[in-house]
T-cell receptor, first 112, second 111 residues
Framework: SQQGEEDPQALSIQEGENATMNCSYK?????LQWYRQNSGRGLVHLIL?????REKHSGRLRVTLDTSKKSSSLLITASRAADTASYFC????????????FGAGTQVVVTP | ETGVTQTPRHLVMGMTNKKSLKCEQH?????MYWYKQSAKKPLELMFV???????ENNSVPSRFSPECPNSSHLFLHLHTLQPEDSALYLC??????????FGQGTRLTVV
């Protein structure tokens, strides 16, 4: 069953702007991860945040996690045309070892 | 390049055909997965194998039959599919719960 749900479904911004997308989930988790997918290709892992962490940074990426609200956000700062892709959150529920559950993704288009 | 290789990249098959998708990883991961990705829908987890044993079958129709002969290879055997089975089929492997490594996918079209 679907665990993560991303919002918005689509986002269109200009280069240099920030892109923010959100993820909500339903059950207790070990960690939450964000992935990126270029059109028609496989997903690539971007960043992981553990259930006892509230914020994490990696380059131009910033992830937050609020376990009380069962939500996470991904911020991409100073976006580039190369950031155009779909972004997915994935959760691993505490009662399901290795069972990565994904949402439908946020499609981000960055125009020069 | 993630280290997970899927073949073929594209496949067109008729509803009466039998075909197989192949996935290979030499990352030393114990877990392997098949996901189905249809347009505008969440990725659907189909099967999970852990140490070659199937640990998850997410109510997948029997026309999809997985096989995991060893921890490096995973197959998805396809038989009498329907047009609605057309999708991107993604294989992934993982050492645990911290990251899934995906292949490039097989774009399947059922005609």
């Amino acid at each position: 069953s679907q665990q993560g749900e991303e919002d918005p479904q689509a986002l269109s911004i200009q280069e240099g702007e920030n892109a923010t997308m959100n993820c909500s989930y339903k059950t207790s988790i070990n960690n939450l991860q964000w992935y990126r997918q270029n059109s028609g290709r496989g997903l690539v892992h971007l960043i992981l945040i553990r259930s006892n962490e509230r914020e994490k940074h990696s380059g131009r990426l910033r992830v937050t996690l609020d376990t009380s609200k069962k939500s996470s956000s991904l911020l991409i700062t100073a976006s580039r045309a190369a950031d155009t892709a779909s972004y997915f959150c994935a959760t691993v529920p505490t009662d399901s070892w290795g069972k990565f559950q994904f949402g439908a993704g946020t499609q981000v288009v960055v125009t020069p | 390049e993630t280290g997970v290789t899927q073949t073929p990249r594209h496949l067109v098959m008729g509803m009466t055909n039998k075909k197989s998708l192949k996935c290979e990883q030499h990352l030393g991961h114990n877990a392997m997965y098949w996901y189905k990705q249809s347009a505008k829908k969440p990725l659907e987890l189909m099967f999970v194998y852990n140490f070659k044993e199937q640990t998850e079958n997410n109510s997948v129709p029997s026309r999809f039959s997985p096989e995991c002969p060893n921890s490096s290879h995973l197959f998805l055997h396809l038989h009498t599919l329907q047009p609605e089975d057309s999708a991107l089929y993604l294989c992934a492997s993982s050492p645990g719960t911290v990251e899934a490594f995906f292949g490039q996918g097989t774009r399947l079209t059922v005609v």
